[in-house]
């Protein structure tokens, strides 16, 4: 049913659907030119390594798949901010669960050398640096205040044989690095603080 006084803003709703419609007819690549006009930072670039991940829900108990993950130690081009973030990932996941070297693999077991339609447990660590005012919609240029925020991720997996992923997320839970990244306090001003999202396998 429709509301009474919205039929005094039928005309502004046309308008709205008319900017919608041109915005669905783009082809994909004309979005993503449209993305980057509007976009108020670049993206995060930081170095990867090749990573073995120990997957959870293996009916074998143990497959490992190669998967780039973050390096801890990022090369001195990588913003001192963002290293800051690799730093509190890597310590906050725990190495084991992203491990670099190439594990011995246990006879009977699968290793995957790519696995690119897997979907990976992930953990994205969301650092809040200040809030950006006057950002701008890409599909109805309305303007808005923006939580200015970098993002660095990893997928990950078992640090230990038959680790179970609400283990594993426990562990990360307690770990002292989990807290001290979530109990930063916010830039003057902003009222969002860093967050941990972590994603079950599967899901992401």
């Given at each position: 049913?429709?509301?009474?006084?919205?039929?005094?803003?039928?005309?502004?709703?046309?308008?709205?659907?008319?900017?919608?419609?041109?915005?669905?007819?783009?082809?994909?690549?004309?979005?993503?030119?449209?993305?980057?006009?509007?976009?108020?930072?670049?993206?995060?670039?930081?170095?990867?390594?090749?990573?073995?991940?120990?997957?959870?829900?293996?009916?074998?108990?143990?497959?490992?798949?190669?998967?780039?993950?973050?390096?801890?130690?990022?090369?001195?081009?990588?913003?001192?901010?963002?290293?800051?973030?690799?730093?509190?990932?890597?310590?906050?996941v725990g190495l084991a669960r992203i491990p670099i070297v190439e594990p011995t693999i246990p006879a009977?077991?699968?290793?995957?050398?790519?696995?690119?339609?897997?979907?990976?447990?992930?953990?994205?660590c969301v650092s809040v640096l200040g809030e950006t005012v006057g950002a701008t919609g890409r599909v109805?240029?309305?303007?808005?205040?923006?939580?200015?925020?970098?993002?660095?991720?990893?997928?990950?997996?078992?640090?230990?044989?038959?680790?179970?992923?609400?283990?594993?997320?426990?562990?990360?839970?307690?770990?002292?690095?989990?807290?001290?990244?979530?109990?930063i306090e916010p830039p003057a001003g902003t009222f969002s603080s860093n967050k941990i999202i972590i994603?079950?396998?599967?899901?992401?």
């Amino acid at each position: 049913m429709t509301r009474y006084n919205n039929l005094f803003r039928a005309a502004e709703f046309e308008a709205e659907l008319t900017k919608l419609n041109t915005y669905r007819a783009l082809s994909r690549s004309a979005k993503q030119a449209l993305y980057k006009t509007v976009a108020t930072k670049a993206r995060v670039r930081y170095q990867r390594d090749i990573g073995y991940i120990r997957v959870f829900k293996a009916a074998t108990g143990l497959l490992i798949v190669k998967k780039l993950v973050p390096n801890a130690t990022q090369p001195a081009g990588v913003a001192a901010k963002v290293s800051e973030q690799i730093t509190a990932l890597t310590g906050i996941v725990g190495l084991a669960r992203i491990p670099i070297v190439e594990p011995t693999i246990p006879a009977g077991l699968i290793f995957l050398d790519n696995a690119k339609k897997f979907k990976f447990a992930k953990l994205s660590c969301v650092s809040v640096l200040g809030e950006t005012v006057g950002a701008t919609g890409r599909v109805f240029s309305n303007t808005y205040n923006k939580v200015n925020t970098d993002t660095v991720s990893t997928v990950f997996g078992q640090d230990s044989l038959l680790e179970t992923f609400a283990a594993a997320t426990a562990s990360i839970m307690a770990n002292a690095a989990y807290t001290a990244f979530i109990g930063i306090e916010p830039p003057a001003g902003t009222f969002s603080s860093n967050k941990i999202i972590i994603i079950p396998e599967g899901s992401n």
